[in-house]
């Protein structure tokens, strides 16, 4: 099975630490933000991952080098000239392919965590012979996503992109299952949207929907990037992560005065340097940070190389790549 992957966003809702970085490389605990989902993908049975990505993939691919044989499964790199919208990417990749997609194809959303059951999704496109199948995911609040109804044979009544109303519901999870006719619907060298342009078309005409249940997340600010990092060390969700002790984990070489206060939730990054009775709790610190004796650090993210000053208090900070805190 073939997955295209949209990772064509900038990721700005995540500045500072995506001024260095592109979303999809940032570090998330111990591996990059998308090798959670080429993991995931190659899990249920994805054997080459084709990423379609918004600008030069040399950073992506630089930091997903060895994540081909970590999860076991192909990567490819395909970059539009210019944004072309969620379905224009997908076009542009299956025709950079050409004879290479199969008849039958993922395309999902590249800037979730998640551990959903895709092979669930598979076999119910397979059963319910559909053009397209959607995963679906229930919220609270659906205003920001793609609001999606079915009927009960799991047809896809209403397909409905950012409402705005905070109202419950199954909302797009941002992962489908593709027949190639579905191409068609998408002209080539345009700017098109999959969620605005194509799916309501394909209402009532073989498009299905499959709730699914597990953990599902967008981390697009710090705040949801702290929490899917706790998530990921506590085991809420399904990855190949190994925590140092539950809710923590401590990179190799590290170095941490003895008298130093880490966690209950941390991650302490390869080469950085925690100085005495400093204390870090709820924080990441990315690689080769340094910690001044005495310094607090709480629900903070410190991007690689930050410094911070001996006996500094900080809470709440995002910090980008080497700068000293306080500023
Ligand atoms: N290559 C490429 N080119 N990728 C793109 C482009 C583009 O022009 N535009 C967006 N993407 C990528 C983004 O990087 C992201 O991974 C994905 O497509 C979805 O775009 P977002 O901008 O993050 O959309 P959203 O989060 O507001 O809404 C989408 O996701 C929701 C679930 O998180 C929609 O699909 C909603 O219906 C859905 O509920
Ligand atoms: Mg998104």
Request: glycine letters at 14%; aromatic letters at 4%; proline letters at 6%.
């Amino acid at each position: 099975m073939q997955a295209i992957v949209l990772v064509g966003g900038e990721g700005t809702r995540l500045r500072p630490l995506t001024e260095t970085v592109p979303k999809p490389a940032l570090t998330l605990v111990d591996r990059p933000f998308l090798a959670y989902m080429i993991e995931w993908l190659a899990s249920h049975g994805v054997t080459e991952v084709v990423l379609a990505c918004g600008f030069l993939p040399d950073v992506l691919r630089n930091a997903l080098a060895d994540e081909e044989e970590r999860a076991g499964a192909r990567i490819r790199y395909v970059a539009e000239p210019e944004p072309l919208g969620t379905a224009g990417a997908i076009r542009f990749a299956a025709d950079a392919l050409g004879g290479d997609l199969d008849e039958r194809f993922l395309a999902l959303n590249g800037d979730v965590l998640t551990d959903l059951n895709l092979s669930a999704l598979l076999g119910a496109h397979e059963s319910g012979q559909a053009r397209a199948t959607l995963g679906l995911y229930p919220v609270g609040d659906s205003a920001a996503y793609g609001l999606v109804q079915t009927g009960l044979d799991g047809a896809v009544s209403e397909f409905t992109e950012k409402t705005g109303k905070a109202a419950p519901g199954e909302v797009n999870a941002g992962m489908y299952v593709l027949e190639r006719s579905v191409l068609d619907l998408i002209p080539a060298g345009e700017n098109v949207s999959i969620e605005r342009d194509v799916f309501p078309r394909l209402v009532g005409e073989g498009m299905n929907g499959l709730r699914l249940d597990g953990y599902w997340m967008d981390i697009g600010t710090p705040e949801r990037y702290l929490q899917a990092s706790w998530d990921i060390l506590e085991g809420a969700v399904d990855t190949r992560v190994e925590p140092t002790a539950p809710g923590v984990l401590i990179g190799d070489g590290t170095e941490i005065a003895g008298d130093a206060a880490i966690g209950p939730r941390a991650v302490v990054a390869p080469g950085c340097r925690v100085g005495p009775a400093a204390e870090i709790r709820d924080s990441v610190l990315l690689t080769g940070c340094e910690i001044g004796a005495g310094a607090r650090v709480r629900d903070s993210v410190l991007a690689p190389g930050v410094a911070v000053a001996a006996g500094a208090s900080i809470e709440g900070e995002v910090a980008g790549e080497g700068e000293r805190v306080p500023r």
